[in-house]
T-cell receptor, first 116, second 114 residues
Framework: AQTVTQSQPEMSVQEAETVTLSCTYD???????LFWYKQPPSRQMILVIR??????QNATENRFSVNFQKAAKSFSLKISDSQLGDAAMYFC?????????????FGQGTILTVHP | DTGVSQDPRHKITKRGQNVTFRCDPI?????LYWYRQTLGQGPEFLTY????????KSRLLSDRFSAERPKGSFSTLEIQRTEQGDSAMYLC????????????FGDGTRLSIL
């Protein structure tokens, strides 16, 4: 079974500053994928960034980057130059390999507030 | 690409009634997923389909829940004899095959049980 833990229920950041959201996970699979999803209030969930476990290089998408520490089973999200539109609930999720690949296991979420 | 569509957006019903939700995935996506999300929590996996085959069901999916995906296109999720604890947001997502493929989510159906 997989578990995903987000230990920060809420985070806040000033506009244009940098913030890091934490995530740890546990899986017995050797092949898996990790994702960060963003869910703005009353809007649909959208993918922010994804990381393949077998790749050592950290994924980057514009202002979003991850710090993937496989041995520590840690997968944090860094948002640089924060914008008001980044305010949302952020979910870390894992997708196991093997026969159960496909279903996502989500963390509890972190509410990000961006102050102007 | 019109995105994942879910209907209805909101459903209010009395305890004990049956409800059915519909999900239309992105047309070329062969995988379709159902999740349940309660307020302030992350989504929990319920079930998923590859084409018309239901490949996995969570233990959360009691006998009162049933999902179908006839012809591998749209899917329905039915809850029979609804209970207070069924109140939640029901999310549908679709994707191409492959664990690296991102899942695209719909807006969800919010179910409220009176």
């Amino acid at each position: 079974a997989q578990t995903v833990t987000q230990s920060q229920p809420e985070m806040s950041v000033q506009e244009a500053e940098t913030v890091t959201l934490s995530c740890t996970y546990d899986t017995s699979e050797s092949d898996y994928y990790l994702f960060w999803y963003k869910q703005p209030p009353s809007r649909q969930m959208i993918l922010v960034i994804r990381q393949e476990a077998y790749k050592q290089q950290n994924a980057t998408e514009n202002r979003f980057s991850v710090n993937f520490q496989k041995a520590a089973k840690s997968f944090s999200l860094k948002i640089s130059d924060s914008q008001l539109g980044d305010a949302a609930m952020y979910f870390c999720a894992s997708n196991a390999g093997g026969t159960s690949y496909g279903k996502l296991t989500f963390g509890q979420g972190t509410i990000l507030t961006v102050h102007p | 690409d019109t995105g994942v569509s879910q209907d209805p957006r909101h459903k209010i019903t009395k305890r004990g009634q049956n409800v059915t939700f519909r999900c239309d995935p992105i047309s070329e996506h062969n995988r379709l997923y159902w999740y349940r999300q309660t307020l302030g929590q992350g989504p929990e996996f319920l079930t998923y389909f590859q084409n018309e085959a239901q490949l996995e069901k969570s233990r959360l999916l009691s006998d009162r829940f049933s999902a179908e995906r006839p012809k591998g296109s749209f899917s329905t999720l039915e809850i029979q004899r609804t209970e207070q604890g069924d109140s939640a947001m029901y999310l549908c997502a679709s994707s191409l095959s492959g664990p690296h493929q991102p899942q695209h989510f719909g807006d969800g159906t919010r179910l409220s049980i009176l």
